[in-house]
C-alpha cells in the first residue's frame, strides 16, 4: 500500500468502515511509515478536539456571500501564484 492509497482510505480507517482485510492492510502500512502515522495521529486528534467545538446556527446571508467572496479571491490569487 503507498500512502496515497492510505490517504483514500483514511476517512473509511479512521470511521471503522472498513472490511478487515484493508483495515489489516492500513495499519501495516501505519506501522511501517512514520510519516502516515504522524499524519494519522494529527489528523485523529484534531477531529477530536472539532467535536468538542460547540455548535454554531448558519451565518447571516451577506456575511455569508462576503467570506465566501474573500476566499474565492485568496484562492485565485494562491493558485495563479502556483502556476507561474
Known amino acids: 500500500m503507498t500512502c496515497d492509497e492510505l490517504m483514500a ?3 473509511d480507517f479512521l470511521s471503522g468502515e472498513l472490511v478487515i482485510e ?3 492492510t492500513v495499519e501495516v502500512h501505519i506501522r511501517c511509515c512514520a510519516k502516515c ?3 494519522i495521529a494529527t489528523y485523529s486528534h484534531t477531529m477530536r478536539l472539532v467535536r468538542k467545538l460547540p455548535q454554531c446556527g ?3 446571508a451577506a456575511f455569508e456571500a462576503r ?3 474573500a476566499l474565492a479571491d485568496h484562492l485565485g490569487e494562491h493558485e495563479s501564484r502556483s502556476s507561474e
Request: aromatic residues 6%; neutral net charge; without cysteine.
Open 58 to 60: 448558519s451565518l447571516p
Open 22 to 24: 484493508h483495515r489489516e
Open 9 to 11: 482510505l483514511l476517512v
Open 37 to 39: 502515522e504522524a499524519y
Open 67 to 69: 467570506l465566501r467572496a
